[in-house]
Nanobody, 129 residues
Framework: QVQLQESGGDSVQAGGSLRLSCAASGYAVGSYCMGWFRQAPGKEREGVAAISTGGSLTYYTTSVKGRFTISRDNGKNTLYLQMNSLKPEDTAMYYC??????????????????????WGQGTQVTVSS
């Protein structure tokens, strides 16, 4: 069983930055691939980024490439999402999630929501223009 708790959400101006954190606890957290997802009001959940167990493999959805960076510190059992050059369209509730086994290709499959078994409660990010 893995428990996930996000933090770091806030309201910022367009062009600003935020760093989200996801504290993980439970058995063998380091063996889970992890990801960030977001859901805006009235929209479907979207996979934003994913990272392999050791951090050597990452995937980003097109809309955040070059602006967001996913990373993890397995020693601290923490997942991060550094978000730069924020845009109003980034406004959403952001969720971290964990999956095992860490299977499949490192393309959009890496952020398939149905591959993830454990989810946090979410942290709100609001970007104003």
């Amino acid at each position: 069983q893995v428990q996930l708790q996000e933090s770091g959400g806030d309201s910022v101006q367009a062009g600003g930055s935020l760093r989200l954190s996801c504290a993980a606890s439970g058995y063998a957290v380091g063996s889970y691939c992890m990801g960030w997802f977001r859901q805006a009001p009235g929209k479907e959940r979207e996979g934003v980024a994913a990272i392999s167990t050791g951090g050597s493999l990452t995937y980003y959805t097109t809309s955040v490439k070059g602006r967001f960076t996913i990373s993890r510190d397995n020693g601290k059992n923490t997942l991060y999402l550094q978000m730069n050059s924020l845009k109003p369209e980034d406004t959403a509730m952001y969720y971290c999630a964990a999956r095992t086994p860490c299977r499949g290709s490192w393309d959009s499959f890496a952020v398939r929501g149905d591959e993830y078994s454990y989810w946090g409660q979410g942290t709100q990010v609001t970007v104003s223009s």
